[in-house]
């Protein structure tokens, strides 16, 4: 579960993180995520994500919502059975706590812009 989170900083757990950062359907954390393009979502940012085989990605967009699904993401990675939810890295907290704990066995994957 995830902690807290406020600008530029997520705890999860006990462990506090101040970079973008990726959690798996198994939990474990990948930190200092990095898109191709900063505010753009594109699926090469997805390439450790995929192999998990996740049926669904929420997507944290940072604060402002600045961070956008490239145009056909989210087609693209429905065609592969994933379901990509974006919205504002504090709702997608939200969503990502509430669906793991509502579904504990649903393979969940998360990427989270930490900043604006």
Not at 17 to 34: E, N, V
Not at 76 to 85: C, D, T, V, Y
């Amino acid at each position: 579960m995830i902690t807290s989170f406020s600008f530029g900083q997520m705890v999860i757990g006990a462990d506090k993180y101040t970079t973008d950062l990726i959690i798996l359907p198994d939990r474990r954390i990948l930190t200092d995520w990095r898109r191709k393009e900063g505010h753009v979502l594109e699926m090469a940012d997805l390439k450790s994500v995929l192999p998990s085989r996740p049926d669904l990605i929420i997507a944290g967009t940072g604060v402002n919502d600045r961070m956008k699904p490239a145009p056909g993401l989210a087609q693209e990675l429905l065609s592969m059975g994933i379901e990509l939810k974006a919205l504002a890295t504090d709702a997608a907290v939200s969503i990502f706590n509430t669906t793991i704990a509502q579904t504990p066995d649903r393979a969940v994957s998360a990427c989270f812009h930490l900043t604006c």
